[in-house]
């Protein structure tokens, strides 16, 4: 079961990570300034970028592992930005929840949920992938909605850790 768990703690890690990116000031990966600018008959906006995270362990039980995850990421319609999130990983089947917020350097903050599982094999190092939904947040991005795909990496070792990941959908605010 330890070995389980460790699996799942690196998991989790990863996907806190998820938004590492070279440039924190750099536009997000992939988006380029027309597309961040543009908008669907729908009002959505392709949305996406990078994260790098720091991945604490905070409590756990037989079953899952709990997780507080901060970072910075560079993210379309958002720029250089601050994310914090509570996430819990099943230490039964791998699975992933968490609730995340970012916060834009003007202040304005989107509210995020993830659901994802792990998809490498037990060890220090995780993969993991999931569906990151928009749900409102303040200023800017209150009433915001939409969907990602997000895909990361985390290596915990020990009660802390680090990861990385990406995100791309859409957004509508």
């Known amino acids: ?3 389980l768990r460790n699996t799942l703690v690196l998991t989790a890690l990863a996907l ?3 938004c590492a990116g070279d440039g924190a000031t750099e536009p997000a990966a992939n988006v380029s300034p027309l597309e961040a600018r543009t908008t669907d008959a729908m009002g959505s906006r392709p949305a996406g970028g990078r994260c790098a995270t720091t991945i604490t362990v905070v409590g756990g039980s037989e079953t899952s592992i709990a997780l507080a995850i901060s970072g910075t990421c560079n993210l379309g319609h958002l720029g250089r930005t601050t994310m914090v999130a509570a996430q819990t990983v099943s230490l039964v089947d791998g699975g992933i929840v968490n609730s995340t917020t970012y916060t834009a350097a003007s202040g304005d903050k989107l509210l995020s949920s993830f659901a994802g599982q792990v998809v490498s094999p ?3 190092d995780v993969t993991f992938t999931g569906t ?3 749900h409102g947040g303040t200023g ?3 009433g915001a909605s939409g969907s990602s795909a997000l895909e990361g990496t985390a290596t915990l070792g020990g009660p802390a850790g680090t990861g990385e990941y990406t995100t791309k959908g859409a957004i509508k605010y």
């Open 132 to 134: 990151e939904t928009y």
């Open 1 to 3: 079961m330890s070995h």
């Open 16 to 18: 806190s990570t998820a």
């Open 140 to 142: 800017r991005f209150e």
């Open 122 to 124: 037990p060890g220090p």
